[in-house]
């Protein structure tokens, strides 16, 4: 999905950018909250919003752990993935990001999966995020969806690649010390 993205992203001549998955749902209001985020408050450069899984019998089952709502520090979201076992405290698939942060980034991550958690970790270190706690995005679970549990996104030895990588690339940004905002 990477290089679909990243096509779409040289076409886009916006300001910001938002990421979203074919079979998902954007609620309600939540484009002008992200536009009123990014562009509202300084130095953030990227947001996420709160996420409900939408279950295939439309049930809506929300996550623990969402942060306060509001400002994230640089590199916020990288501790916390390392803290719980590469799960993120945000969900990738609600970023709004500048998108010359995203270009300036290399954009999505090349990697077979989870190359919005990439971008999103790589984001969180140079520069502040915004979250909202107001629900952005129902993520549609279902039997077939390519990152379902059980599925070739949780392969051992390629997952452990991934997140090795996406690791080492925000740790790399963040030893240049660079901040931007």
């Not at 390392?82 to 999505?108: D, K, Q, S, Y």
């Not at 077939?144 to 740790?171: C, I």
Request: some cysteine; charged content about 20%.
């Amino acid at each position: 999905m990477a290089i679909t993205r990243n096509l779409a992203l040289a076409r886009a001549s916006g300001e910001l950018v938002k990421n979203l998955d074919q079979d998902d749902v954007l609620t309600p209001g939540v484009l002008a909250r992200d536009i009123a985020a990014v562009t509202g408050n300084d130095g953030v450069g990227w947001t996420t919003s709160r996420a409900l899984d939408l279950l295939p019998d439309g049930e809506l089952v929300g996550f623990e752990g969402d942060p306060a709502a509001g400002w994230l520090e640089p590199g916020f979201v990288l501790d916390r993935w390392r803290e719980n076992g590469f799960r993120l405290p945000v969900h990738p698939t609600t970023l709004c990001i500048r998108r010359e942060l995203a270009v300036l980034l290399g954009g999505w991550m090349a990697v077979p999966g989870s190359d919005d958690t990439g971008l999103l970790l790589a984001a969180s270190v140079v520069a502040g995020g915004f979250f909202e706690s107001a629900v952005g995005l129902h993520y549609r679970k279902w039997p077939g969806q390519g990152s379902a549990a059980g599925s070739a996104h949780y392969e051992a030895v390629e997952w452990a690649a991934r997140m090795k990588l996406m690791g080492e690339r925000a740790d790399a940004l963040r030893g240049l010390g660079m901040r931007l905002g």
